[in-house]
């Protein structure tokens, strides 16, 4: 597994880590990390979503960077003296470290040279870029699986949602319609049945009263 010196050593120079018991090291104004312009992707966070760092992944790009060192004295071996405890006690500024670094390991190994560590750099970035590029297709899939996809499901939901309140309100309106109608028909049947019957019984009922009648008055 490799190491993390990297890390602390970049982390010493630029970030706010915590120690063991979690507490943070503050490190001067001067040394803070400037963070660079957000790439943009499709991802449109809430206005209470801001950026911050991630330790766990930075030390993982550290420990990329660590892995893929370029053979030879470079940026790497830069950074790590300049960064250097005793360096840093001996010579406060950071540029001046850079310059005793780069002279220290240059009266060593001859070959080092700003072309190398600055080409080194470079290819450092390409790395990350790489290695972001790879993060991003990985979140890009995670968005389309955990938002998008259920979206579309929720977007889906309400249509059929939208398409039962329709039907819900249109069994309502039929219901309405068909109690009015019905109590009407109920009104109208009655009263037709009502004057059936009594049409009925008035006839009916006049024939028997006239039977009582001729009964009295024929004699044969």
Known sequence: MANNNLFKTIA???VEIQDENGSAQNKPQTEQFRVSEPVQTEVKPSENVTARLDNA????????????????????ELMKAAQNDTMKKAIPDEKSRFTAAY???KATNPELTKERVLGSIDEYVRMLEEERNNGLSELHEKWVNEVDEPEKRIASA????????Q???????YVSEERT???AAKN???????????????FINKLKEDKVKLNEVITD
Do not use: H, W
């Not at 992944?57 to 790497?76: A, R």
């Not at 309400?158 to 309140?165: A, D, F, N, S, V």
């Not at 109208?188 to 008035?202: A, P």
């Open 158 to 165: 309400q249509e059929e949602i939208t398409k039962l309140q």
């Open 167 to 173: 039907q819900l309100q249109d069994k309502i309106r």
């Open 181 to 183: 109608r019905i109590d």
């Open 12 to 14: 010493s120079a630029f």
């Open 188 to 202: 109208e049947n009655t009263s037709k049945k009502m004057n059936f019957n009594y049409t009925f019984d008035v």
């Open 57 to 76: 992944l930075f030390e993982k790009l550290c420990t990329v960077v660590e892995e893929s060192n370029i053979p030879g004295p470079d940026y790497v």
């Open 103 to 105: 002279i220290s390991i």
